[in-house]
């Protein structure tokens, strides 16, 4: 019996241990302390999801006040120094909360503008500490010595430099986005971007405008009077610039590049008929210099109508993919 109560004393002991420890833990010292103002950022979050309108806005705001405030005071109470520097690890949290509190928390998520500010905010509050002498009520503004304002200077100018990076990284990303087509280039020489995956073959929406223009040039052609297909060829630059047009803006309306794309036509005359060049031309950015385009062939011939075969109608054939032509597209006849 006395075996029992002992043991059930013991377990009884050790949940009681475990709770004065969380106790412990999670108690404030004193009233003015970190963790007040971080249970203070947790009780206005909890508050601001019973609240509405504006009033919910003004408590979530504090919420976030209060989280800065409280991590700033934590990490900076036995700073923990980034290596290399002297940016204390404190610093770059604290610097991530806020860039999340200016640029993230209306959007509920990290936007690019969170991640670029970041590294500059860091080095400032990092730097701010440098500026005051004293603490608490009994802080005053001074100037820091000469070589900590060096240090001050060079340590917010490589933040500086490093969120330009991170910015240019995200340009980049978006042009590769909105431009899909730059990604066919070649950097070898460039001196900023390094191509990790293979390169494509060809501009997808270049011979996407070409595959969808030629149902609607064969349309155009096929079985028509001879005649006809000759002036309609004639006055190709029209017909294929306004049927071109429309495929570009359908196809390629989700891309801004869809202004950087023309179709032009390129006629030559052969023993049996015509050969009609469809040329998908790309007018932006290139690493070479003429640029390029892409271009499919189709072969235009006179046939005797099966139906009557005194009338001469139009028959075409056009390749099954289209080429890849660095330079300049040739001249118009």
């Known amino acids: 019996m006395n075996s029992l109560f ?24 004193k009233a003015y302390s970190w963790q007040t ?10 508050v601001s999801y019973l609240a509405t309108g504006y009033i919910k806005d003004l408590i ?6 209060f989280l800065v405030a409280g991590t700033a005071w934590y990490t900076t109470d036995d700073p923990l120094r980034v290596p290399g ?34 590294p500059t905010l860091a080095a400032i509050i990092t730097a701010l500490p440098e500026f005051f002498e004293g603490k608490g ?57 390094i191509r990790v995956d293979e390169k494509p073959k060809n501009s997808k929406n270049g011979e996407n405008i070409l595959n969808k223009l ?3 040039v064969e349309q155009q052609i096929v079985n028509r009077p001879w005649s006809q297909v000759e002036r309609w060829l004639i006055d190709s630059n ?3 610039g306004n049927l071109g047009n429309n495929i570009i803006t359908k196809n390629l309306d989700k891309f801004e590049e869809q202004k950087l794309w ?19 031309i790309w007018m932006g950015p290139s690493s070479n210099s003429q640029g390029y385009y892409l271009k499919k062939s189709c072969l235009i011939e006179p046939v005797a109508s099966r139906t009557n075969p005194e009338n001469t109608i139009a028959e075409i054939k056009c390749d099954r993919t289209s080429k890849f032509i660095p330079g300049s597209p040739p001249p118009k006849q």
């Open 238 to 240: 029209r017909q294929l």
């Open 37 to 46: 103002f971080i249970y203070l950022s947790v009780f206005s979050w909890g």
């Open 137 to 193: 009520s009994v802080a005053k503004a001074t100037m820091p010595k000469l070589e900590v304002r060096q240090k001050t200077i060079i340590l917010i100018a490589w933040s500086m430099l490093i969120s330009c990076w991170i910015q240019f990284y995200f340009v980049l990303d978006k042009w590769s986005k909105e431009y899909p087509t730059l990604l066919t280039d070649d950097f070898k020489r460039s001196a900023f971007v």
């Open 214 to 216: 030629q149902p609607l």
């Open 85 to 118: 520097t002297f940016m204390p690890v404190g610093a770059v949290v604290t610097g991530f909360l806020v860039s999340m509190f200016a640029f993230g928390h209306q959007v509920n998520g990290v936007t690019p503008r969170t991640i670029v500010i970041w």
């Open 60 to 65: 979530a705001f504090c919420g976030w006040l």
């Open 6 to 29: 002992k043991d059930v004393f013991f377990i009884f002991k050790f949940f009681q241990d475990i709770f004065l420890g969380i106790q412990k833990l999670l108690t404030p010292p």
């Open 262 to 280: 023309k179709v032009e036509p390129r006629i030559v005359n052969v023993k049996s008929g015509y050969r009609l060049d469809i040329l998908s």
